[in-house]
């Protein structure tokens, strides 16, 4: 008896396999072989191209071929060849197999809900403890951690896998404490289980007891160095970051590229820009990938180095790297910075696919530009996109309204970030108001805004208030900003030039001399340029 099969290859039409006359007892294990490496190169298509060709073949498909099917179209979401494989397990008699039915419970969690998957599992008549760990996984991917940590008890049997899991699980919800308890009950432990702690603690916040798991560890891996590097990367510590990297003795191009981007996301771009220096001159045999390429392009954005960039540019097309809408939305954003709107505008219209971080590069550089109605433009066309702004694109289109002079746009649009949008103001949208309101004389109303303020406001936004001060000729607001500034920077000599103009321009003279005293008994240098009067 032969295999009889509807033609199932994707995208055709795929309905149940039928058979005829008996299977072939031929084997298949170099059929399912080469199903598993096509799923292992991430081509779950041709991974059911060929199962689907087993049996016109003259091979029937075994449980282990059928269970990698089912991952294939989980890949792809492919309900309807997952149906069509289903009915198959039955008339196979694989139904009750172990491997396909775990591949169809977690293919129905994925696409048909848990009471589904959960269903499929209890129907298992022998299960193992690869089928709980697959259970146990949905009940996590679910966000079900109370499911979660009844299966993890009722399992019979536990290995490594199981602990990583359900410790994985606790620290994704940020219970740290119960996934220390958990690891520290661990039978055994390998390097997924140090570094799902690293991770829990870092998401957390707790670098110090990130760092304490990392120093037990008694053997790390790549994993494990770059979760501490991003780590150090989230709160700032680039120097621990370095520290970090400095340990390392090969370095790949995953933890060159976390080094890089350490830098460039954290206002050091000529490190970051050495960094890759260093990188391409290694006789490591490390290439560079998109990644290394857009932590660069970012960094000569904040230099506002479009030399270099373009040089970047040459030097892409030179090893074959294409520009993905990543890569673009990088260019556009050192464009805008350098000047360069238009050719910003027209990698734009070349994106695939535009997206929030797309739309607030170009937002953005129409604010700096002075190109305020294309600013707005731009955010109602991204709202009829139905992209939603983020904290960044308030930024862009804060300097937009501000570098127009637009007070009453400006105050309407950092109302509508919390009251419509739910954005909470940062420290730097404050200071874009300040400023706005400064330039346009409205002092009183800046202090205000200063001192309603859920934050600290930083040395910027007393800078504005001070620069403004002095351009109205207030003196009384323009002292209280200097004494913040004395006190956020007090070796900063710009503040006291600025205050001593302020003095100099209302004709209080004698108190402008104080300040130049002030300045030479702190020993304080004039900046190259700066004059004490103009």
């Given at each position: 008896?032969?295999?009889?099969?509807?033609?199932?290859?994707?995208?055709?039409?795929?309905?149940?396999?039928?058979?005829?006359?008996?299977?072939?007892?031929?084997?298949?294990?170099?059929?399912?072989?080469?199903?598993?490496?096509?799923?292992?190169?991430?081509?779950?298509?041709?991974?059911?191209?060929?199962?689907?060709?087993?049996?016109?073949?003259?091979?029937?498909?075994?449980?282990?071929?059928?269970?990698?099917?089912?991952?294939?179209?989980?890949?792809?979401?492919?309900?309807?060849?997952?149906?069509?494989?289903?009915?198959?397990?039955?008339?196979?008699?694989?139904?009750?197999?172990?491997?396909p039915q775990t591949a169809l419970a977690d293919f129905y969690s994925k696409f048909e809900g848990m009471e589904a998957a959960r269903k499929l599992f209890d129907e298992i008549p022998v299960k193992n403890v690869v089928s709980w760990n697959s259970i146990l996984s949905m009940y996590?991917?679910?966000?079900?951690?109370?499911?979660?940590?009844?299966?993890?008890?009722?399992?019979?049997?536990?290995?490594?896998?199981?602990?990583?899991?359900?410790?994985?699980?606790?620290?994704?919800?940020?219970?740290?404490?119960?996934?220390?308890?958990?690891?520290?009950?661990?039978?055994?432990?390998?390097?997924?289980?140090?570094?799902?702690?690293?991770?829990?603690?870092?998401?957390?916040?707790?670098?110090?007891?990130?760092?304490?798991?990392?120093?037990?560890?008694?053997?790390?891996?790549?994993?494990?160095?770059?979760?501490?590097?991003?780590?150090?990367?989230?709160?700032?510590?680039?120097?621990?970051?370095?520290?970090?990297?400095?340990?390392?003795?090969?370095?790949?191009?995953?933890?060159?590229?976390?080094?890089?981007?350490?830098?460039?996301?954290?206002?050091?771009?000529?490190?970051a820009i050495q960094s890759f220096n260093r990188m391409r001159k290694l006789d490591s045999g490390v290439e560079l990938d998109e990644m290394t390429f857009s932590s660069v392009i970012s960094s000569c954005?904040?230099?506002?180095?479009?030399?270099?960039?373009?040089?970047?540019?040459?030097?892409?097309?030179?090893?074959?790297?294409?520009?993905?809408?990543?890569?673009?939305?990088?260019?556009?954003?050192?464009?805008?910075?350098?000047?360069?709107?238009?050719?910003?505008?027209?990698?734009?219209?070349?994106?695939?696919?535009?997206?929030?971080?797309?739309?607030?590069?170009?937002?953005?550089?129409?604010?700096?530009?002075?190109?305020?109605?294309?600013?707005?433009?731009?955010?109602?066309?991204?709202?009829?996109?139905?992209?939603?702004?983020?904290?960044?694109?308030?930024?862009?289109?804060?300097?937009?309204?501000?570098?127009?002079?637009?007070?009453?746009?400006?105050?309407?649009?950092?109302?509508?970030?919390?009251?419509?949008?739910?954005?909470?103001?940062?420290?730097?949208?404050?200071?874009?108001?300040?400023?706005?309101?400064?330039?346009?004389?409205?002092?009183?109303?800046?202090?205000?805004?200063?001192?309603?303020?859920?934050?600290?406001?930083?040395?910027?936004?007393?800078?504005?208030?001070?620069?403004?001060?002095?351009?109205?000729?207030?003196?009384?607001?323009?002292?209280?900003?200097?004494?913040?500034?004395?006190?956020?920077?007090?070796?900063?000599?710009?503040?006291?030039?600025?205050?001593?103009?302020?003095?100099?321009?209302?004709?209080?003279?004698?108190?402008?001399?104080?300040?130049?005293?002030?300045?030479?008994?702190?020993?304080?240098?004039?900046?190259?340029?700066?004059?004490?009067?103009?």
């Amino acid at each position: 008896m032969r295999w009889k099969a509807n033609r199932q290859l994707p995208g055709r039409r795929c309905r149940c396999l039928s058979f005829s006359s008996s299977p072939s007892p031929s084997p298949s294990s170099s059929w399912t072989q080469a199903i598993r490496s096509a799923a292992a190169l991430g081509r779950p298509r041709r991974a059911l191209a060929l199962y689907a060709d087993m049996p016109r073949s003259g091979y029937c498909p075994d449980p282990f071929a059928a269970a990698v099917a089912l991952k294939a179209c989980a890949r792809i979401a492919s309900k309807l060849i997952a149906a069509s494989i289903h009915c198959q397990l039955h008339k196979l008699g694989f139904h009750s197999h172990v491997y396909p039915q775990t591949a169809l419970a977690d293919f129905y969690s994925k696409f048909e809900g848990m009471e589904a998957a959960r269903k499929l599992f209890d129907e298992i008549p022998v299960k193992n403890v690869v089928s709980w760990n697959s259970i146990l996984s949905m009940y996590l991917r679910a966000g079900e951690l109370e499911l979660a940590r009844r299966t993890f008890h009722e399992m019979p049997v536990r290995d490594v896998v199981s602990w990583n899991s359900i410790i994985s699980g606790y620290a994704k919800a940020g219970d740290m404490d119960t996934a220390a308890e958990l690891f520290d009950r661990m039978p055994e432990r390998n390097s997924a289980s140090w570094n799902g702690m690293i991770s829990g603690y870092i998401n957390r916040g707790d670098m110090g007891m990130a760092r304490e798991f990392f120093d037990e560890m008694p053997i790390r891996n790549n994993v494990s160095w770059i979760a501490m590097i991003s780590g150090y990367t989230k709160c700032g510590d680039v120097v621990s970051a370095r520290n970090i990297f400095n340990q390392i003795e090969k370095k790949d191009l995953y933890i060159w590229n976390a080094m890089i981007a350490c830098y460039a996301q954290n206002g050091c771009p000529t490190e970051a820009i050495q960094s890759f220096n260093r990188m391409r001159k290694l006789d490591s045999g490390v290439e560079l990938d998109e990644m290394t390429f857009s932590s660069v392009i970012s960094s000569c954005s904040q230099l506002g180095n479009l030399r270099f960039g373009l040089w970047i540019e040459q030097y892409m097309h030179l090893l074959g790297i294409e520009l993905d809408d990543h890569l673009r939305t990088a260019f556009i954003d050192l464009y805008s910075k350098c000047g360069r709107l238009e050719k910003s505008f027209e990698l734009f219209a070349e994106l695939r696919k535009r997206d929030i971080v797309s739309y607030s590069a170009m937002i953005m550089g129409c604010g700096i530009n002075g190109r305020s109605n294309d600013a707005v433009e731009l955010f109602q066309r991204m709202l009829g996109e139905k992209i939603l702004p983020n904290s960044v694109t308030f930024i862009g289109l804060l300097s937009a309204y501000n570098h127009a002079g637009l007070v009453e746009e400006g105050y309407r649009c950092f109302a509508s970030m919390s009251k419509k949008y739910k954005i909470a103001p940062m420290v730097d949208h404050y200071a874009i108001i300040v400023d706005l309101l400064g330039r346009k004389g409205r002092l009183d109303e800046a202090y205000r805004l200063i001192r309603k303020m859920p934050m600290q406001p930083h040395v910027g936004i007393w800078g504005a208030l001070l620069m403004a001060s002095r351009l109205h000729g207030n003196i009384e607001l323009g002292e209280i900003a200097a004494r913040n500034c004395f006190k956020m920077e007090p070796k900063e000599i710009g503040y006291y030039i600025l205050l001593a103009r302020l003095y100099t321009e209302v004709g209080k003279i004698s108190k402008a001399e104080k300040v130049r005293k002030m300045v030479e008994e702190k020993g304080l240098s004039k900046t190259p340029g700066c004059s004490w009067v103009e």
